[in-house]
């Protein structure tokens, strides 16, 4: 029993010295000081002792690239000269690019295709998707009408269909009459009438005749005959439309009038028949075989729903097909492309030509110098042997004095401008670069690769 107690009392004070150690931390440590690990080296610098810190260097334009071809290939032209001014941009020396060219082509002809395919492949989606619409509309009509054939004939229904009886009815005895009237002929009324007209069109050309007449007789020309005549030619052609008139009446219906005649009679008595027989099917009420033969037509058009619904997800994938054949088409014609413009060789920025190393004819390999382009607008300086234990010494925006070997007397100055943050091994010596932008000196002959002793003053 005491060995229990035992352990549980070291297990309580386990727990309560647990429980301080953590309140400890949480409220009663102090806070760990921070650190900024941010220094930047070029701002920062050390005291060596030192007031000046010397180094030999090379003159340098502001920029200056050596120029590749990322592709093998035979010099076809070279556009430019050494010493030639150029902008960002143009081209420079071109290679033989038949094969690029004939690439590009069958790349932009694929993408032509596959445009077309794309478009054949919405055409072929409208169309589907039209075909759906018209499917459901005939399964629409074909319930509709299954339900007419089921439903019982209303009381409406008969009579609308009653009043078409009465009406064909009506057309039977209004044909009739029309055949009675044209097989009979014109009716005497109608005779003494064309004849008056006929009378009166003669009566009214007498005058003008005679008044054409007299102005031939007197030879009398311009205006006035050409009214007189207009006016006699008027009058003629109404004696001719009031005779013809009249011997039409008196020669009766023709033929044609006549069976005309008779065939209306009988399309009204069809029509009465016909609105006779759908009364009769009305009153009747559907056969078994006719609500079969309409429940089969509900059935064939959800088919035809499901096969249009079939047809459409098809051209839906066509169209996704041809969406991705462009993707791969224009893929093709951007790779296309860019092989061919490495074929030449451009000016990544404004600049002097310094030197080409390529002839015409010959074959160049990638990754060899084939233009040097420089920007000798500005003046740098690197230094080329700055050891480790100066550069500690040097941070950005110094002032620096130099001299040149090969222009005694003249001293230049100008400005700490880059320290490099990787060393370089010389001569067994750890060395730094660090770049000094040159003030102007328009009158001094300065070249590319001029020897240069600097001397930074690093004593602030």
């Known amino acids: 029993m005491n060995v229990k107690r035992l352990l549980t009392g070291l297990f309580v004070i386990i727990i309560l010295a647990g429980g301080g150690f953590w309140a400890y931390r949480q409220f009663l440590a102090p806070?760990?000081?921070?650190?900024?690990?941010?220094?930047?080296?070029?701002?920062?610098?050390?005291?060596?002792?030192?007031?000046?810190?010397?180094?030999?260097?090379?003159?340098?334009?502001?920029?200056?690239?050596?120029?590749?071809?990322?592709?093998?290939?035979?010099?076809?032209?070279?556009?430019?000269?050494?010493?030639?001014?150029?902008?960002?941009?143009?081209?420079?020396?071109?290679?033989?690019?038949?094969?690029?060219?004939?690439?590009?082509?069958?790349?932009?002809?694929?993408?032509?295709q596959a445009e077309a395919n794309l478009e054949t492949a919405r055409a072929g989606l409208l169309q589907t998707e039209t075909a759906v619409s018209a499917s459901q509309i005939g399964v629409s009509a074909a319930e509709v009408n299954l339900?007419?054939?089921?439903?019982?004939?209303?009381?409406?229904?008969?009579?609308?269909s009653e009043a078409g009886i009465d009406a064909a009815a009506a057309g039977i005895s209004q044909a009739a009459g029309s055949r009675d009237v044209?097989?009979?002929?014109?009716?005497?009324?109608?005779?003494?009438?064309?004849?008056?007209?006929?009378?009166?069109?003669?009566?009214?050309?007498?005058?003008?005749?005679?008044?054409?007449?007299?102005?031939?007789?007197?030879?009398?020309?311009?205006?006035?005959?050409?009214?007189?005549?207009?006016?006699?030619?008027?009058?003629?052609?109404?004696?001719?439309?009031?005779?013809?008139?009249?011997?039409?009446?008196?020669?009766?219906a023709t033929e044609a009038e006549r069976r005309a005649a008779a065939g209306g009679v009988g399309a009204a008595t069809a029509q009465r028949d016909a609105a006779q027989a759908q009364l009769d099917l009305l009153l009747a009420g559907a056969k078994p075989e006719?609500?079969?033969?309409?429940?089969?037509?509900?059935?064939?058009?959800?088919?035809?729903?499901?096969?249009?619904?079939?047809?459409?997800?098809?051209?839906?994938?066509?169209?996704t097909q041809a969406e991705a054949g462009i993707v791969q088409a224009e893929t093709a014609v951007a790779i296309a492309q860019e092989a061919l413009d490495r074929m030449t060789l451009t000016a990544p920025f404004a600049g002097t030509i310094g030197d080409i190393a390529v002839e015409l004819g010959e074959l160049v390999a990638p990754g060899l110098p084939a233009v040097t382009l420089a920007d000798f607008s500005g003046w740098q300086i690197k230094t080329t042997d700055l050891t480790e234990l100066d550069v500690v010494a040097v941070e950005l925006g110094l002032p620096v004095e130099m001299s040149v070997d090969a222009l005694p007397g003249e001293t230049l100055r100008g400005t700490v401008t880059d320290i490099a943050s990787t060393a370089s091994l010389v001569r067994g010596d750890v060395t730094y670069v660090i770049t000094i932008d040159l003030?102007?000196?328009?009158?001094?002959?300065?070249?590319?690769?001029?020897?240069?002793?600097?001397?930074?003053?690093?004593?602030?």
């Open 31 to 112: 806070e760990p000081e921070s650190e900024d690990l941010a220094t930047d080296v070029n701002t920062a610098s050390v005291d060596t002792g030192v007031a000046v810190v010397s180094a030999e260097g090379q003159i340098v334009p502001l920029r200056d690239a050596a120029l590749a071809f990322q592709a093998p290939g035979q010099v076809a032209e070279i556009l430019v000269e050494e010493g030639a001014q150029v902008a960002a941009g143009d081209p420079l020396v071109r290679l033989d690019a038949s094969d690029q060219e004939i690439g590009l082509q069958q790349a932009m002809a694929g993408l032509t």
């Open 147 to 160: 339900a007419l054939i089921q439903s019982a004939a209303t009381a409406e229904q008969i009579a609308i």
């Open 182 to 252: 044209t097989l009979e002929g014109a009716a005497t009324a109608q005779i003494r009438a064309a004849e008056a007209q006929l009378r009166a069109a003669q009566a009214a050309l007498k005058p003008v005749q005679d008044a054409y007449g007299q102005v031939l007789a007197a030879e009398i020309e311009g205006e006035t005959l050409e009214v007189v005549q207009i006016q006699y030619n008027a009058a003629v052609a109404q004696v001719t439309a009031a005779q013809a008139a009249l011997d039409e009446l008196n020669a009766g």
């Open 290 to 319: 006719q609500i079969a033969v309409a429940e089969a037509g509900v059935e064939q058009a959800k088919a035809a729903v499901t096969e249009a619904e079939l047809a459409l997800a098809g051209a839906a994938t066509a169209v």
């Open 439 to 460: 003030e102007d000196y328009p009158d001094l002959a300065l070249r590319w690769g001029m020897t240069v002793f600097v001397n930074v003053d690093v004593s602030k």
